[in-house]
């Protein structure tokens, strides 16, 4: 494919997973130019063992280094920057977007040694960007943080609507609302194709405002004067905080915060200007003793129950500074991501036993999301009016509801493409298809190591997590014919040994049977020799343990 | 405490979780007597590696072995039965249940060799069954399953009821509701503790009749005569199943059934006479090819996304039988158990990628729950009218919620008691409080292995699934000071070797310079040799990588 691109045609493919929530990255390429929206990772799966987090493939990128015009990002979240760290140690691109989104980035490039100095640029919504033969317009969205863009990115054969993750709050907290005018003239002047957050495609009406919220906490603060009140949330939803230390205010009470994230953002944030602290409204979380409890407000990390946040060391009782009891409310202001279940479970019924009042999502609307649903989803068609659609972010299932929401509204069938990572649409003025593909995949980050773990390091992780190990260790004379040392039975996770004396017995017994047996038949072939071990230990512990210990028999001659 | 036992006060604990859903065993001690209500599994956390399932701790009735008078079980679900293969093996006593519970016992127990032949003992609802000092009454309640019993145990002090897991259904499929006569008649004779069910004490109102189920699978029967018909639900849930069959017989549908524990129960529940199947409805899944699609039903497992499943199979293009697409329709007739959904929601993607239509009960109710809501769990307390309660049956927040439910009704209190795993309550006919604790916990099963994983183990599969392992071998002679041979190194699950030659040859010049090093110096403690070698290696490691690797150094003599 990539040999026979036309010079005349644009095309779209994404390099992290399109269908796969929170991967993130897309490219646009025609002719002799590439840009890059979004690079951001992913988190592993389950039976990723050991793996810290996930970022795109982007070897097609690699070899086609000259093209790179430029990476856009749409907002600041993890799913769309945080992959930055290691592409720029492969691939060097300016990268643009708004003040927070570069500001935070900047943060996090400050922990990594990158090869070179990286060029960040700072742009305004409204700005255009001029990338080889594409321009990017910053077209000011809503989301759950601030200064969220979508970009209209003007090609050779059209203009594309990207919408980044959005949602239309009417009266949000900074009173920048989503820029319908704009995203209307782009409709009228004629859009090619439409790429749309479908995160929330599967529900129905509009996202509720960010300020709900504040009226539900002002509601908890009225009702609760005795309680100190804790609210966790996530660190990046900077309105969400500015609402906390308000209403906070409003109640005479101090604020104070803990968890490392959540005070790099609000300083981050108030530096910048995104934040508004009235003075002596906020205390160091040192000085919450100074303070009877019902003035106090805590603000933490640790909504999704993470076994090191501030919110779970407060719950197990190992946080330094907040001891939780009976005069504690704790609110929960986010909802859980799917897979952290039973860790926030975890903290609740820690929580419940230390007799503390809970305030989640499920029972009063203390979280709103960040994503448009359907009517907020079909407005957004109705606006840019695309000729042709493709909802990205989101799992397949929300994909395919975005695509029944387009259908709702009039984008015949046969003009929405559902892609997938690497697969590539090729468009011209007129026409859209799917052609051919590109290298992509998932390259996984383990320490410092980024793509060093691959499917067999992965398998034998399993393994091990699973049954444990058994090495054999012996020093033979295959001259000889001869066991000079061990066989010595090393095992780790498999069962716990003293009570399994016998049973190791068992297994020096049969490896030294195994071992002599090979000698003495005159077995030189080291993997045949090895292989004999295996086979041989590996029938007895099933047998007797039902269990599939990984068996390494490491045998020297001397 | 066990040796101070009081013999005029009787005794109430948990040996399984009590606070953990699905470890269920329960004691009842007075003096010389013990009966035991249930004996559950419990599932493997997510940090239990390789662990099968979890049973009660019972060496204090092991201890005790002379005093059991009984093992008294409630209904057939694995977290009231499914110990019972292990625990037999252990202790010795007659078990009572009603017949359905008792069938599927006598097959679980078919699989397992046991060391001698387990007394059964079929009881019908209403019966009294003496036990020592003790006599146990089963009275009907209502659950996911048919045959369900609450137990009425009159001892020396005072009734106590222990309800099992219950709902109220006013329009049970089999016509049998819950005994309310026969509670409300102990409650006037007066009840001394109640010990409730209380999984969904969060949940307001009622819990819908199983009939609602039936009533939403017409609806969807009804609309949807060109497709073919795949329903998931739980095997046990005979009542669901009946319903299906009986709406595809209605809709001139032939019904099939796929996956082991479907057949498996299915058959044992007609052959009981716990479903009526008519003649012809049922046809082999070998069969199903010589229908047209829309005159068939696939009845299955895999609710929550088992990955060896039927329905995981299918969606996944590997059931030999079934092959899905379009004109399929899947209703998943169960709701997530919590830490199942992530597995639920890649079916779900799958199936949508094939272009089938989903039904789930977030969409429609084609699934109740089994448990008893506010209401119902209020009108247990209203009829009972007892003088102590102990929620059991939750995680420590639903015990929290229905122990409010009990301050609803006018329980004091103090008279409420939130127990936990050990702990015990002891009781007489005027006072409840709690005194001491009795040895009590998780044994882990793996494989053949009754706890014989414990901790250590656990921990080494952990480290081991994080970073792999490194094995370092050497032959040397302590007497010569010299390395005969080695060291050798051996990874797994660490890096993918191919890509990491240079960093395995640092790793052995490291390990030889330190063992040369140590004999050189003399040093003949093998463990302070061992020790060298592995912070050497963990610390070269952990800066150029970033991880912790478990180190196994095998050092021979010669």
Redesign the interface.
Known sequence: MAKNKSTTKLNVFALGGL?EVGKNMYVLEYANDIIIIECGIGFP??DM??IDLVIPDVSYLEKNQDKIRGIFLTHGHEDHIGAIPYILRILDAPIFGTRLTIGILRNKLEEHRLPRKPDLNTVSVGDVVKAGGFSVEFIRVNHSIADACALAIKTPVGTVVHTGDFKLDITPIDGEIMDIPRLGELGKEGVLLLMSDSTNAERRGYTPSERVVGENLEGIFMMNPDKRIVIATFSSNVHRVQQIIDTSVRFNRKVAITGRSMLNIVTAAVELGYMKVPRGALIDINDIKRYPMEQLTIVTTGTQGEPMSALYRMAFSEHDKVVLGPTDLVVISASAI??N??LI?KI???L??RGVD?FRDTSIEVHVSGHACKEELKLMMALTKPKFFMPIHG???HL?ANRENAIDIGIPEDHIFISDIGLVLELDENSCKFNGTVPSGKVLV????VG???N???R??????????I?V?A?VSIEEQMI???P?I?S?????VR??DELMNQVKVLARDALQDSLDHNVTDWTQLKTRLKDDLAKFLFN????NP?I?P?V???
Chains 1, 2 share one sequence.
Request: one cysteine or more; aromatic letters at 6%; glycine letters at 12%.
């Open positions: 269908n799966d389950e063992l050991g799917p897979g279940e039973k479970d609740i019924n820690e419940c036993k809970i799992e397949y299932r395919a383990d320490g410092y190591g060093d773990v691959g067999i390091v992965l034998d992780r399993r393994h091990l997590s699973k049954d444990g190990l090495v260790v020093t000079l040392s061990g010595d090393v780790r996770g498999f069962v716990y009570e399994a007797r343990t039902k269990r990984m390494l490491v020297m001659n001397i």
